[in-house]
T-cell receptor, first 112, second 115 residues
């Protein structure tokens, strides 16, 4: 699985959009970008994933650059409950039988 | 999404005792389950992969005789920390693969404290 690079921490004001970047310059053509988050003392929670098109669901939007070497997770209206560590993971989708490899993630602090 | 439970959510034990942690997939069958360990302010580290009905595959550096994994059914995997020591204190998290949805779902974690 391709390696990802994320900033270690970010702050965001409550109610504003949180934009979390991820670099994955060695991504392969059949690898998807997955985002999970982990709120303190809880298990990771799936957010969204995509291949090359931008994706949106009830939690967030995922913007993937045309060359697929980077992506941005967008929380459109961050709340205090969005404070968590956000992990960007690149993996072949049909390898769900294989483990997820977690990097350091980005610790997002949403402030009032 | 699918639900994965863990029991207990936290446990405190004396050094030298054994502790069993259960991981259950509540609304789907999981042919593969994963066990992770997370130390404070660190990321999740995979310990082992278990497939129903077969022996678990352990990551390098994880002692299979110390961390016993049993995946006897499609909805239950157990991790037993044998002869626990204070350095085994950690947050243990399982995840289960829902083959039908091609997704992995995580349990809420178990915090183990060894005195």
């Amino acid at each position: 699985d391709a390696k990802t690079t994320q900033p270690p921490s970010m702050d965001c004001a409550e109610g504003r959009a949180a934009n979390l970047p991820c670099n994955h310059s060695t991504i392969s053509g059949n690898e998807y970008v997955y985002w999970y988050r982990q709120i303190h003392s809880q298990g990771p929670q799936y957010i969204i994933h995509g291949l090359k098109n931008n994706e949106t669901n009830e939690m967030a939007s995922l913007i993937i650059t045309e060359d697929r070497k980077s992506s941005t997770l967008i929380l459109p209206h961050a709340t205090l409950r969005d404070t968590a560590v956000y992990y960007c993971i690149v993996r072949v989708a049909n390898n769900a039988g294989n483990m997820l490899t977690f990097g350091g993630g980005t610790r997002l602090m949403v402030k009032p | 999404g699918a639900v994965v439970s863990q029991h207990p959510s936290w446990v405190i034990c004396k050094s030298g005792t054994s502790v069993k942690i259960e991981c259950r997939s509540l609304d789907f069958q999981a042919t593969t389950m994963f066990w992770y360990r997370q130390f404070p302010k660190q990321s999740l580290m995979l310990m082992a992969t278990s497939n129903e009905g077969s022996k678990a595959t352990y990551e390098q550096g994880v002692e299979k005789d110390k961390f016993l994994i049993n995946h006897a059914s499609l909805t239950l995997s157990t991790l037993t920390v044998t002869s626990a020591h204070p350095e085994d204190s950690s947050f243990y998290i399982c995840s289960a693969r829902d083959g039908g949805a091609n997704q992995q779902f995580f349990g809420p974690g178990t915090r183990l404290t060894v005195l």
